[in-house]
């Protein structure tokens, strides 16, 4: 049996402590969050979906944290569910308190740095793996699993996206995480590579048309920042091609590639009269209001199309995820595919299967046993092998 402490207990937290609950073999999940009210609404609800007490809901502000990380003393494994500015400062911790620890991620920059702690996690014997929600995490894991796939893999490509089930205009968009790590996502360059060199990509850039299996049918898929995290140079001399897009109904890049061009997505603040303001935090302040329903049901989607060769001939292999919000626990597929991809790393970590030291969920996480998790939960991951020749 093992102990878990999460902090943050909002979406991805929750769910995170859900299948920390349900599939790893928790004897304690701490809870901590700076609005105790809220950690403990959120320990409630855990309660009563598990019916089991192990949850321990704890005041910590992650601002404080190494001044508070006593309290997180003695645990297993450690799970950021906070912003991603935040996990430098808990990289450190976990290594003085030698908890493993993964996060949620969201930057690209940070998690190179989390990846520089790698000799002290080793000296004290932890894993550090940061970047471990849906795209980064799960996806880089689907990734990995469809390259293992095929005997020799030359192109990897990856479209994802959570999208409403029901779209609302004028956005046509539901927003189910952290507003700050959306825009994160759309400002901030993508890094693919491309002709087997690494390069920066311009983030709402190159759309294109994707087809699914209906109800789903026609989306479209533009660039944007953070999906393959650290593969570029995991995989540079291996791979010609890597790359992700995201997924979006029709019609919300050209609204969004509007924004970024008119700068709205700025950090650097602009006078407005009298006052300073950040773009950014203007954008957030208008738009998640308009993005946010509570009731509404969404979809993750991730496709994966890895190209080489497989037998001495060209093969192609497609893994792919289509998860729904969930009526039985009231989880969206975005906390399903997030918070319960991160927390399977968690697990892991604490039972050892991970190689101990920091790095990339590519290096780092076995995929086929990330994938059988992904199964055992009821996420129904797909895979098809095909002959080009």
């Known amino acids: 049996m093992y102990s878990y402490a999460v902090l943050g207990a909002g979406r991805q937290g929750t769910a995170a402590a859900y299948d920390m609950a349900r599939w790893g073999q928790a004897r304690r999940v701490i809870l901590a969050d700076i609005d105790l009210d809220a950690v403990s609404r959120s320990a409630e609800r855990l309660e009563k979906l598990t019916r089991k007490g192990i949850f321990e809901p704890i005041f910590l502000d992650v601002r404080e944290i190494e001044q508070a990380g006593a309290a997180l003393q003695g645990v297993d494994s450690i799970l950021s569910a906070v912003p991603y500015y935040y996990n430098l400062p808990i990289t450190r911790c976990a290594v003085r308190i030698k908890a493993n620890l993964c996060d949620l991620g969201g930057n690209l920059e940070i998690a190179r740095q989390q990846h520089a702690f790698d000799a002290d996690a080793r000296e004290v014997g932890i894993s550090i793996i940061p970047n471990c929600g849906q795209v980064p995490g799960m996806g880089t894991s689907l990734m990995v699993y469809a390259m293992e796939l095929l005997d020799e893999a030359v192109d990897v490509y990856m479209w994802d996206g959570g999208i409403p089930q029901n779209p609302r205009p004028p956005f046509n968009y539901l927003l189910t995480f952290n507003i700050a790590g959306l825009t994160n996502e759309y400002a901030e360059p993508a890094v693919f590579l491309r002709d087997g060199r690494i390069q920066e990509m311009e983030p709402l850039s190159e759309p294109e048309w994707l087809d699914f299996p209906e109800p789903i049918g026609r989306l479209e898929a533009f660039i944007a920042g953070g999906g393959t995290d650290t593969m570029p140079w995991t995989y540079q001399g291996k791979l ?150």
């Open 240 to 389: 010609r091609t890597l790359q992700n897009k995201t997924l979006r109904w029709p019609g919300h890049y050209n609204q969004l590639r509007a924004y970024y061009d008119l700068g709205l997505w700025d950090t650097t603040p602009v006078r407005v009269g009298d006052v300073e303001v950040v773009p950014r935090e203007v954008f957030h302040a208008l738009f998640e209001p308009k993005v946010t329903f509570a009731d509404d049901k969404d979809w993750v989607i991730v496709r994966v199309r890895a190209v080489g060769k497989k037998g001495g001939k060209d093969a192609e292999v497609i893994v792919q995820v289509i998860d729904a919000y969930d009526q039985t626990t009231g989880f969206t597929a975005m906390e399903r595919s997030t918070g319960w991809s991160a927390a399977i790393v968690a697990e892991m970590m604490a039972q050892e299967l991970t190689p101990r030291g920091a790095g990339g969920v590519e290096r780092m996480v076995p995929a086929r046993q990330f994938i059988e998790a992904l199964r055992l939960r009821g996420i129904q991951v797909t895979e098809e092998i095909r002959l080009l020749t």
